[in-house]
């Protein structure tokens, strides 16, 4: 059972006549006739009464008619369906950050979203990175934002831009005539660091 059969009985049940049913679907007569003869053969019902001059409609004709029918009306709006999804910037971008970034990197980034992509709503969820990953990996964000180096099987990473780490010292502190500063001269310095969880002070220690 094909999409076309049940168009070619649709056709004949409209026009009441083979000829001119081939004639609405493009194809020769005989072409049509086999088609539905086809299809009664698999179905193991006769669809039609042919006769001399106009072609008479079963019962069970008239009712798998009028289901093949409403397939038809189904399958049209499968084009419809996908054609909404066609461009991904159309639907939501479910977007993740660490904590670390979220304030300074999306307001930049929220304007310059809107402006390219005006039609994809943005949804945005700040958590630490392993709740970030645990997330995207059962699909409840789409991508997140997060420091490298960040090495989880099955997820594709892409480097955005690059900034050096720094140290606030005070004023009178004698590493300030320093040019570089290296974990080995800060450790015998007592450090302040961001709290557990945050991947910036997992990448110090």
Known sequence: MTLTELRYIVAVARHRHFGRAAESCHVSQPTLSMGVRRLEE??????????HGEVRITPVGEALVAQAQRVLDEAERIPRIAGQYGDPLDGPLKLG?????????????????????????LLIEEDYTAGLARRLRSGELDAILVALPFDEPGIDTRPLYEEPFVALLPAAHPLNEAEE?????????????????????????
């Open 181 to 205: 500063l290296t974990l080995e001269t800060l450790a015998g310095d007592d450090l302040l660091l961001l709290g557990p969880g945050h991947c910036f002070r997992d990448q110090l220690l």
């Open 42 to 51: 698999q179905l193991g019902v006769v669809l039609f009464e042919r006769g």
């Open 97 to 121: 950050a660490i904590y670390t970034i979220g304030p300074y990197l999306l307001p930049w980034l929220i304007p310059v979203l809107h402006e390219r992509a005006p039609r994809m709503p």
